[in-house]
């Protein structure tokens, strides 16, 4: 379960105080939890790439294409530098009829789109394959769960020999993020279903664009994480503050665990993770010299 909390600025002003020793303190620990935890980095933002190339491909491509009753659904991927959103055909064996290039800006300007019907490269098809198994599984089975006002946004991974379908919720309401109910599912080399879970038990849906600061700036919000999700940031909360983290104008936001403080740093996307016991003992030292 997760509990979301409101913004925690008072608090978290003594936190930024002691970053630059905990930092230090960190960087030559023997086991650097923000080092740990740099895979769910770089996996939330795979997952962000995918995203961003869905949402401004699929602007693209319906304003282009007319056929909608052609349209099987959509996935994207990274090739090298580039960033691919494919849409296929309803077809039993479908076809690429649509496939829009964002180089790393994701400009709409400079985009490519092309609606030159084809066959889907090998990995094209592992990713058609797998989105459509887990958009089968969705709607069959009880676990995943919808909510009003929202949607569930399926994103197909591979990489290297690993292949899955993370799915997120989505909001259909401006000035909204949603954290939580979201899902991860596992395939393997025949892409054939190995695990589903759920990621976190609960829906956080957090405004922005209305509550102030001090100085009537918001500067970031926060939420935890039980047991169950885990200790660390997960990759599905990396991807979606990417994606929402400018338009709500946050410098940073915080994953609170019982083991760690994970600190998303919303103007350089980068993580540092604290123990809690260094932080306790921060806080201990400083009430000392009060």
């Known amino acids: 379960m997760i509990r979301w909390f409101p913004i925690v600025i008072l608090i978290m002003k003594r936190i930024v105080i002691a970053i630059c020793t905990l930092i230090h303190v960190s960087v030559f620990a023997q086991d650097n939890p923000t080092a740990l935890a740099k895979p769910i980095v770089d996996e939330g933002k795979r997952l962000y790439k995918s995203e961003m190339a869905s949402w401004y491909g699929t602007d693209l491509f319906l304003a282009k294409y007319k056929d909608q009753d052609n349209i099987g659904g ?3 991927y990274s090739d090298n530098n580039l960033a691919k959103c494919i849409f296929f055909s309803k077809a039993e064996q479908p076809k690429a009829i649509g496939t829009i290039i964002f180089d790393s800006t994701y400009d709409t300007e400079t985009a490519t789109v092309d609606l030159t019907e084809r066959d889907l490269t090998p990995i ?13 599984i969705i709607i069959s089975d009880t676990m995943f769960k919808s909510y009003q006002n929202t949607s569930l946004n399926l994103i197909p991974l591979i990489n290297g020999d690993k292949k899955k379908v993370y799915v997120l919720t989505g909001p259909s309401q401006n000035g909204v993020v949603i954290f939580g109910n979201d899902y991860l599912l596992e395939f393997d080399k025949d892409n054939q279903v190995i695990s589903k879970k759920a990621l976190h038990q609960n829906l956080i849906p957090i405004k922005y664009g209305e509550e102030t600061g001090q100085d009537g700036k918001v500067e970031g919000a926060m939420h935890t994480h039980l047991p169950e999700t885990g200790d660390f940031i997960t990759a599905t909360d990396i ?7 400018k338009f709500a104008k946050w410098k940073r936001y915080n994953v609170v665990s019982e083991k760690y403080l994970n600190i998303w740093d919303c103007l350089t996307d980068t993580l540092i993770v604290i123990p809690m016991s260094t932080l306790e003992k921060i806080n201990k030292d400083k009430s000392k010299n009060d």
């Open 74 to 76: 959509y996935f994207s």
């Open 124 to 136: 094209e098809n592992d990713l058609c394959r797998i989105r459509k198994l887990a958009y089968a």
């Open 239 to 245: 991807c979606t503050l990417m994606l929402y983290e």
